[in-house]
């Protein structure tokens, strides 16, 4: 019998630049590519509410198929919420118009850690991995689809401090005064955040994203202490060969820890140069990494000229370097103009096989 060949997804831009392989154009996608700027997720979300929605496998596969094909980019993501996983750990989630998510009842002391609940994903999160063979299924077969989760000290913030946060008190709070605790905890989330991850992997996805949306509440020496060794542990549980991207937000100082924590791609915020970051990241022990970014996503509220030039700007800064996936420093704001996002994704298409990004002349 002859070798099996590689799926059509395997040796797409995106994933080639998941290898640090040169591409013919850099790889974009964006961060909630599917949402609230196009009028037909808006148009949906009047009529079903947010959580309804992400556990309707008929939908969310029309909003993450529709959203790749009408932008053109390289990747699709499934559309989902971060903290869909919070119900089987034994949380109750809501979401009010406007007011993000709540996470009842807070995990606010020691003894709440008995309320945690393994989870089994495929019994309490079935909708999601029907929506990825679903949407797998309907993708272009060039497409790569991929999965996400938070990170554990993500996740560990919303489920202590019971929402979003300003200060992070109550979650520092725990970390500091009662180490054993945390550590449980963590551990905790790392382990069965892993097993959610592996069973979107099964179910269809070709790579994942980690988001730590809020870790970069923390300095260095408290990442290093409290959260390298956990995040380090949900990587190394994720299925060999799967590329993860390991994103955080306002963690220009905690790069190199990143790094050491794990992922094939570190995501970068808009509050760093790209250049330099990278760079930054090369200095490490160990196998390169690839970068993902990173375009504030305001500029998309701009002229068009000059979205095209801040694209222009960050692909130089790559210097078309195998490895740099374009996406913006965070997801797209509800207000985007739709015509801007589109412009977007053809610019750095445009730009980057004129040879100032994605390798291959």
């Not at 559309?79 to 949380?91: C, K, N, Q, W």
């Not at 938070?150 to 725990?174: C, Q, V």
């Not at 980690?210 to 380090?232: E, H, K, M, N, S």
């Not at 790094?259 to 140069?273: F, K, M, N, P």
Request: overall charge neutral; glycine content about 10%.
């Amino acid at each position: 019998m002859g070798a099996r060949q590689p799926e059509p997804w395997a040796n797409s831009r995106f994933m080639k630049a998941c290898r640090l392989e040169p591409t013919d154009a850099t790889p974009v996608w964006l961060m909630r590519q599917a949402g609230r700027y196009m009028k037909e997720y808006r148009d949906l979300r009047a009529r079903v509410p947010f959580l309804d929605l992400c556990k309707d496998p008929g939908l969310v596969t029309e909003l993450t198929v529709k959203a790749a094909k009408r932008l053109g980019v390289d990747a699709a993501i499934i559309f989902a919420d971060l903290l869909l996983i919070a119900e089987p750990l034994g949380f109750k989630v809501e979401y009010d118009q406007g007011e993000g998510p709540s996470v009842r009842p807070a995990l606010r002391e020691p003894a709440d850690l008995k309320r945690l609940r393994e989870v089994n994903p495929e019994e309490s999160l079935g909708y999601l991995f029907e929506a990825i063979r679903r949407t797998r299924a309907a993708l272009d077969p060039e497409t790569p689809l991929l999965g996400f989760t938070g990170a554990p000290f993500t996740l560990a913030s919303y489920l202590i401090e019971g929402g979003g946060s300003r200060s992070y008190r109550h979650t520092k709070s725990l970390m500091y005064r009662d180490p054993g605790a945390w550590r449980f905890l963590m551990e905790h989330l790392a382990r069965n955040v892993a097993s959610y991850i592996n069973a979107q992997v099964a179910s269809g996805v070709q790579a994942v994203q980690i988001f730590d949306t809020w870790v970069g509440c923390l300095g260095p020496a408290d990442y290093r202490q409290f959260v390298l060794p956990y995040t380090r542990m949900l990587i190394e549980g994720i299925a060999p060969g799967v590329p993860v991207i390991h994103f955080g937000v306002g963690t220009g100082m905690l790069l190199e820890a990143m790094r050491e924590a794990g992922g094939h791609i570190i995501g970068l915020d808009s509050h760093v140069e790209l250049g330099q970051a990278w760079a930054r990241l090369d200095q490490g022990p160990g196998r390169r990494v690839g970068v993902q970014g990173n375009l504030d996503p305001t500029v998309l509220f701009a002229r068009l000229p000059y979205i095209r030039e801040r694209v222009n700007r960050i692909l130089e800064q790559a210097g078309g370097r195998p490895g740099h996936i374009f996406n913006l420093g965070h997801g797209i704001l509800p207000e985007t103009p739709v015509d801007h996002v589109l412009a977007l994704v053809d610019y750095v298409h445009e730009l980057s096989r004129r040879g100032r990004g994605g390798g291959e002349k």
